[in-house]
């Protein structure tokens, strides 16, 4: 067995693509951004009757899967279907297979929906005499977490390690963690990486039952939030080994930091022990001073605790002067596809010489010693940093930024 590596090395960047309500593809994604338009809107999904607002993916159910993975269908393989039909990014995958070959590609995506929608619309049509769901129901290939990469790594052809990580929300940020560990060990040359997960009624329901939902768009730091807006994407990244070159100029994970302090099972720690361990840990292995980070998008839902929670952590580390935002006032919070979709957003904002705005943040909350940015602002991180911090104490912050 090989052994773990004393250091791991940054990992190029080399495609991405983001499907949530604020577009279908990056070009669709960056609009929505640099206009600071939100794709919330008030909840019409499925049979849920609830006062809230949603973020919700135009044209999934429209989506055919291939015939020959037809066993599959359910919202998040079709949504997953959907996310990784856009900026050629299978093109880009395919490519990646040829050069290393399909066992040097590995797969690694983050879930806590999975097919739940389907198993929701299952049980309403049980038999009524014996309660069996119908034989068109299929747990594997739906309800199951591993569905997503099972169906990703057929309709590919990857042969690479596979597995999904379910850490709520933090689970497809932990997938660049690990999926650079295996680059790093030699085990594969490649890696696709990201997080799809699908409205369902669980979610929602399960939410508003816990009070967490608000009867507006989310509202990250402002001094009267009172809650989130739950959303559905899918997003994925493609992680190749770094030539001899060193490929100057490259978008690259610089270092990821992740932390479990099991604090409470739906609480953050109220001062945020847990994500400044993270946010320090990603510091550390990328050797990097808190300095370096030009830009954090924060994991801001929009909860009271939550947000104080981060901002103290953030404090702890960088200060207040670190520009920093939320992006889910724009996208919604979208549990197992956040960590995914906001590095997306994070590495839009290296590439494309801007910093998002939080949106509807209209009175920044007084005791959250922030430089939060409520309008977008055209200036180039360096680095930047992503956070995501899960259900359960489960945090992981991701650092990337261009090789010099």
Sequence with gaps: MPQRPTHLDPVAITALTATSCLGTGLRETYASLQSARSGLVPCKFETARLDTYIGQVRDVDDQPLPDKLARYSCRNNRLALLGLSQDSFMDATARAVARYGAHRVGLFLGTSTSGILEAEIAYRHRDPLTGLLPETFTYAESLDFYSVASFVRRLLGLEGPTAVVSTACSSSAKVFAMARRYI?????????????????????????????????????????????????????????????????????????????DAYHISTPHPEGAGAREAMQAALDDAGLAPSAVDYINLHGTGTPSNDSAESMAVEAIFGSGTPCSSTKGASGHTLGAAGALEVVVSALAVTQGFMPAGLHCDTLDPTCHLNYLRVNRASAPRVALSNSLGFGGTNCSVLLGQLT
């Design 184 to 260: 790093n060990l030699g085990l594969i040359d490649a890696a696709l990486v990201g997080g799809v997960d699908s409205l369902c009624l669980t979610t929602l329901y399960g939410f508003h039952s816990l009070q967490l939902t608000s009867t507006l768009p989310c509202r990250p730091f402002d001094a009267h939030r009172d809650g989130i807006s739950i959303g559905e994407a899918a997003a994925f990244a493609l992680l190749e080994v770094i030539s001899a070159s060193g490929d100057p100029g490259c978008l690259a994970l610089l270092g990821v930091g992740e932390s479990s």
